[in-house]
């Protein structure tokens, strides 16, 4: 079987991909002036009162205290920016890959926390923390992608501690809040915090995940094909690409990059400058999957694996996602495309009018609300609950719980 792609080439299913002509080079907007906030510790500046659990509002840039933040926040523009990670068009270089974290806009007490233990962290282990991901991800496929990148947050030493402090700390509250024990029950505390902090790690991860792709690009022999994959959140891209092309077809690259969902389809310029830098070919894969069945399917995974999307990100996936990879289209004519619809049924190729096109965020994010609210135990298939029982015992109800305080955080907290 062979697919026809956006520019009329043929991606046949070795996965073979014919050259890349010269496209033009969009100029990226400039960024939106941003606001700072971090968390106060000091009187003088802005006293933290707020309960454990509490939400933080955004502070002013006085409200520094005590971790040392003066990171602009994430801003969610009228150009389809993500509410979390980084900007689109941001590189992670070497050699010092230096480059400003910025802040979720608002979380809790205890998120902003993390936030800041994680980001302190990368920063003060950038190249050591890159180059360790940038080994890992080639010897899984040479696959570079955020969420994996998120599990150097669970370091310990030679002591057994957690290298990122705060990370051991909130480790040990969920334990004590819900009579774990954390030596005895870790895989369990530490889904737990996945599902609970994954978007206070996801900027530090993204960043990761970027430095390490572009070092990977820098070792590939000139006119490579790397493969570019985006699409909503929990969209199916891995599975659509497998049963609509073929097992073999992401064999061929030299390199894949796979966007999270949550950035909305925003990287795909950074990519093919990034490509043109080093002289090698992208092709773009885009997998459209139903946005409800998608998050269901989100939470299902979070019982297995801990991480939860926010439902703010996740709308936004579905609702930005599709617009700005239609716009990059428009702006690049010649670049190598493939579209796959995976929202029910098998997957199949088609056509960029049936890209579809979400209503306001503001509408989904309260359906998504809705859904998770609504979730309860006995939506859990029998086979995840097997799984998880398994491996944790009877203690799904607090997973559950966790997830749903995770996936309606920034939704609660004003972001």
């Not at 894969?285 to 409800?292: D, F, I, L």
């Amino acid at each position: 079987m062979s697919i026809t792609v956006g520019n009329k080439q043929q991606i046949g299913r070795t996965g073979q991909v014919g050259q890349v002509g010269q496209t033009q080079t969009t100029q990226v907007g400039k960024a939106p002036e941003t606001v700072l906030h971090a968390v106060a510790q000091q009187a003088k500046d802005a006293p933290l009162t707020k309960a454990p659990g509490q939400t933080l509002p955004a502070l002013t840039q006085g409200a520094l205290g005590a971790l040392g933040l003066s990171h602009p926040t994430i801003q969610h523009d009228p150009a389809h920016q993500p509410v979390v990670g980084l900007r689109g068009d941001t590189s992670v270089t070497g050699p010092d890959y230096k480059v400003e974290i910025p802040l979720l806009k608002n979380t809790t007490v205890e998120g902003r926390k993390v936030e800041a233990g994680c980001i302190r962290f990368f920063e003060q282990n950038r190249a050591e923390l890159v180059g360790l991901y940038r080994d890992q991800c080639q010897k899984a496929g040479n696959n570079f992608e955020t969420d994996a990148a998120k599990s150097v947050f669970f370091a310990r030493d030679e002591k057994g501690a957690y290298k990122v402090p705060e990370v051991g700390e909130a480790l040990q509250g969920i334990a004590k809040k819900h009579g774990l024990d954390l030596g005895k029950d870790r895989a369990l505390v530490e889904n737990m915090f996945k599902a609970t902090y994954n978007a206070e790690m996801h900027q530090v991860a993204h960043a990761m995940a970027k430095g390490a792709f572009e070092e990977h690009l820098k070792a590939l022999p000139k006119g490579s094909q790397v493969l570019v994959t985006s699409g909503g959140c929990a969209s199916g891209k891995s599975y659509a690409i497998e049963k609509g092309l073929s097992s073999e077809f992401t064999k061929s690259f030299g390199a894949i990059y796979d966007a999270a969902g949550e950035q909305c389809a925003t990287e795909n310029e950074w990519v093919k400058k990034t490509c043109e830098k080093y002289g090698h070919n992208p092709v773009y894969v885009y997998v459209q999957g139903n946005m409800e069945v998608s998050f269901k399917r989100s939470v299902e995974r979070a019982v297995e694996k801990g991480r939860a999307v926010d439902v703010l990100p996740f709308a936004n996936s579905y609702v930005d996602g599709a617009k700005n990879f239609a716009a990059f289209l428009d702006r690049n004519p010649g670049v190598q495309y493939l579209l796959i619809d995976n929202s029910g049924g098998a997957p199949r190729e088609m056509k960029r009018e049936e890209l579809k096109q979400y209503g306001a965020s503001q509408a989904a994010v309260k359906g998504l609300m809705g859904q998770l609210q609504s979730f309860s135990l006995a939506d859990v298939s029998e086979k995840s609950r097997q799984a998880f029982v398994q491996k944790h015992g009877e203690k799904l109800d607090v997973m559950l719980e966790a997830i749903k305080t995770g996936a309606s955080k920034l939704v609660t907290a004003g972001s």
